[in-house]
């Protein structure tokens, strides 16, 4: 089945312990996105990636970071986490030139 | 960054009604997307205008593309239980491949 898989789904952590959420997709495709959402504010895109080692910030790209390494993975790393970034995330793949993006279902980060 | 702005915020429908929701903004944009996000779940991709003026049809869903290519309009039709959701219009910034989403309309479909 072609799909946008996260790790892991859930994740309360404390302030300052890194922590990477994991992201793969089996499609193939050359971009890949992660996105933040909290209420109001809809979905607002960190970081993509146009294919492997090309990596651009989107507009919330603070206190984040992230790898292309191989094709399929594009994990998301946060460093020293503060409570700002709970937040609901959001991993996302398309084909290069195409429009339509494939999401996966979502990490519920909290912080305290 | 680019902001969008979606109205209303949320609406309260009966089954069976008609639904209209917009997006504006303050820049041009070549290429509007809407998405659909059920509850619990990724945002799904649900029409895409590419030409200022288009209008695009999926099922009960109709979309147009503003002429000014500053706006865009969603409506649905006889509206369904499983219509509930929130509703996104997302552009892609026209330099690159930034997706900049507006802030959703929640729909309640009440039976």
């Known amino acids: 089945e072609a799909q946008v898989t996260q790790n892991p789904r859930y994740l309360i952590t404390v302030t300052g312990k890194k922590l990477t959420v994991t992201c793969s997709q089996n499609?193939?495709?050359?971009?890949m996105s992660w996105y933040r959402q909290d209420p109001g504010l809809g979905l607002r895109q960190i970081y993509y990636?146009?294919?492997?080692?090309?990596?651009d910030k989107g507009d919330v790209p603070e206190g984040y970071k992230v790898s292309r390494k191989e094709k399929r993975n594009f994990p998301l790393i946060l460093e020293s986490p503060s409570p700002n970034q709970t937040s609901l995330y959001f991993c996302?793949?398309?084909?290069?030139?195409?429009?339509?993006?494939?999401f996966g279902p979502g990490t519920r980060l909290t912080v305290t | 960054g680019q902001q969008l702005n979606q109205s209303p915020q949320s609406m309260f429908i009966q089954e069976g009604e008609d639904v209209s929701m917009n997006c504006t903004s303050s820049?041009?944009?070549?290429?509007w997307l809407w998405y659909k996000q059920d509850p619990g779940e990724g945002p799904v991709l649900l029409i895409a205008?590419?030409?200022?003026?288009e209008l695009t049809s999926n099922g009960r869903l109709t979309a147009q593309f503003g002429i000014t290519r500053k706006d865009s309009f969603l409506n649905i039709s006889a509206s369904i239980p499983s219509d509930v959701g929130i509703y996104f219009c997302?552009?892609?910034?026209?330099?690159?491949?930034?997706?900049?989403f507006g802030p959703g309309t929640r729909l309640s479909v009440l039976p």
């Open positions: 990636s146009m294919n492997v080692e090309v990596t």
């Open positions: 499609m193939n495709h050359e971009y």
């Open positions: 820049s041009i944009f070549n290429t």
């Open positions: 205008l590419y030409k200022a003026g």
């Open positions: 997302v552009v892609r910034d026209n330099y690159g491949q930034n997706f900049v």
């Open positions: 996302a793949s398309k084909p290069g030139q195409g429009y339509e993006q494939y």
